[in-house]
T-cell receptor
Framework: AQSVTQLDSHVSVSEGTPVLLRCNYS??????LFWYVQHPNKGLQLLLK??????LVKGINGFEAEFKKSETSFHLTKPSAHMSDAAEYFC??????????FGKGTMLLVSP | EAGVAQSPRYKIIEKRQSVAFWCNPI?????LYWYQQILGQGPKLLIQ????????DSQLPKDRFSAERLKGVDSTLKIQPAKLEDSAVYLC?????????????FGPGTRLTVT
């Protein structure tokens, strides 16, 4: 069994400040973890993925995430938010050939 | 390269009517997925195809939902009859293979409203 919990439904930041989107997971096997972003009226886009290589994963647009097995966490960070980062972000867990399990999403709001 | 195409983008129907959604995956992608995304939730897998065969349809409500991928390329998802709780965005995704090492590419989705 696998599940993912995104700890915040909404996160508000000012442009230029750091972003932290929190995700905890549960998996019976060694997990693969992903972050997807969904802009309004656009398809889901993969930001980054962890598949048992380096625990600090760098993605597109300056985002990165760190896999912490002891804390069962995979938080998404970015040093400086941009207005174009405003979107909904999904944390996703899977293992091997099993289906992707999505979290409920975190809406990131960026103010000028 | 062209992305995953879906049509229609929006559909409004009354309950008990039927509706069909179409998906054209990225060329060469053997694996195709249909997801349901209800407002306020993450996408949930309905069905997964490998070429024209079904790999996983455990979460597909088979009494009213059906899907096919006859030639291993395009796919159609049908709902008959629709219920109010079927209001959601239906996402199609494709990948080169079924392993998680292959990225899933998502289409823009079809927003269904059942009144």
């Amino acid at each position: 069994a696998q599940s993912v919990t995104q700890l915040d439904s909404h996160v508000s930041v000012s442009e230029g400040t750091p972003v932290l989107l929190r995700c905890n997971y549960s998996s019976s096997y060694s997990p693969s973890l992903f972050w997807y972003v969904q802009h309004p009226n656009k398809g889901l886009q993969l930001l980054l993925k962890y598949t048992s290589a380096a625990t600090l994963v760098k993605g597109i647009n300056g985002f990165e995430a760190e896999f912490k097995k002891s804390e069962t966490s995979f938080h998404l960070t970015k040093p400086s938010a941009h207005m174009s980062d405003a979107a909904e972000y999904f944390c996703v867990v899977t293992s091997g050939y099993s289906t992707l399990t999505f979290g409920k999403g975190t809406m990131l709001l960026v103010s000028p | 390269e062209a992305g995953v195409a879906q049509s229609p983008r929006y559909k409004i129907i009354e309950k008990r009517q039927s509706v069909a959604f179409w998906c054209n995956p990225i060329s060469g992608h053997a694996t195709l997925y249909w997801y349901q995304q209800i407002l306020g939730q993450g996408p949930k897998l309905l069905i997964q195809f490998q070429n024209n065969g079904v790999v996983d349809d455990s979460q597909l409500p088979k009494d009213r939902f059906s899907a096919e991928r006859l030639k291993g390329v395009d796919s159609t998802l049908k709902i008959q009859p629709a219920k109010l709780e079927d209001s959601a965005v239906y996402l199609c995704a494709s990948s080169f293979g079924a392993s998680v090492s292959y990225e899933q590419y998502f289409g823009p989705g079809t927003r269904l409203t059942v009144t």
